[in-house]
T-cell receptor
Framework: QQQVKQSPQSLIVQKGGIPIINCAYENTAFDYFPWYQQFPGKGPALLIAIRPDVSEKKEGRFTISFNKSAKQFSLHIMDSQPGDSATYFC??????????????FGKGTLLTVNP | DAGITQSPRHKVTETGTPVTLRCHQTENHRYMYWYRQDPGHGLRLIHYSYGVKDTDKGEVSDGYSVSRSKTEDFLLTLESATSSQTSVYFCATKQGAAGYTFGSGTRLTVV
């Protein structure tokens, strides 16, 4: 059972474009939704996270949009740069600690930003 | 990644042999996790720990065991390695409201 579904699997955009990565979840107990960025040969690194009490969160060029009723959230990267080329993972957990903060990850999106 | 060291970074082992991967943290974080990363599957939780000697299974725990005898070390053991356990293994820690911090991973090949 895949609790967090992520799409697309891969995405290619031109520099300056706005890639959008989407995730959908099933478990209504999830209340913490982070995005991780991973470069080849490295471990994933936390990029940005949101809780369901807000519909949008921005940090620099990265924005999470959250739709609680649809159980969907997405990552937008404004003015994308070749250095943003990486694999992006969405994730979800019961953030209050009831599940020991276990994260369930999507399968990842390989983003390529062409110069 | 600062504060988390995984060892070894690379390992090739034969089918049927036992293998132990080590995760060492210097941040005194309470929670530690082992994930495996495979193409098309993302990151899947193997086992996790919520304190010294307190561990529990994740979604893909079959064939794996863990131990945590002190806060800083979380060991993952493959009792008898199989080719299906060829993967990249990541350790992660969490403390309080902060997100996960991942190690740099161990690439394990079972031949």
């Amino acid at each position: 059972q895949q609790q967090v579904k992520q799409s697309p699997q891969s995405l290619i955009v031109q520099k300056g474009g706005i890639p959008i990565i989407n995730c959908a979840y099933e478990n209504t107990a999830f209340d913490y939704f982070p995005w991780y960025q991973q470069f080849p040969g490295k471990g994933p690194a936390l990029l940005i996270a949101i809780r369901p009490d807000v519909s949008e969160k921005k940090e620099g060029r990265f924005t999470i949009s959250f739709n609680k009723s649809a159980k969907q959230f997405s990552l937008h990267i404004m003015d994308s740069q070749p250095g943003d080329s990486a694999t992006y993972f969405c994730a979800a957990s019961e953030g209050s600690g009831g599940s020991n903060y276990k994260l369930t990850f999507g399968k990842g999106t390989l983003l390529t930003v062409n110069p | 990644d600062a504060g988390i060291t995984q060892s070894p970074r690379h390992k090739v082992t034969e089918t049927g042999t036992p293998v132990t991967l080590r995760c060492h943290q210097t941040e005194n974080h309470r929670y530690m996790y082992w994930y495996r990363q495979d193409p098309g599957h993302g990151l899947r939780l193997i086992h996790y720990s919520y304190g010294v000697k307190d561990t529990d299974k994740g979604e893909v725990s079959d064939g794996y065991s863990v131990s945590r005898s002190k806060t800083e070390d979380f060991l993952l053991t493959l009792e008898s390695a199989t080719s299906s356990q060829t993967s990249v293994y990541f350790c992660a820690t969490k403390q309080g409201a902060a997100g996960y911090t991942f190690g740099s991973g161990t690439r394990l090949t079972v031949v």
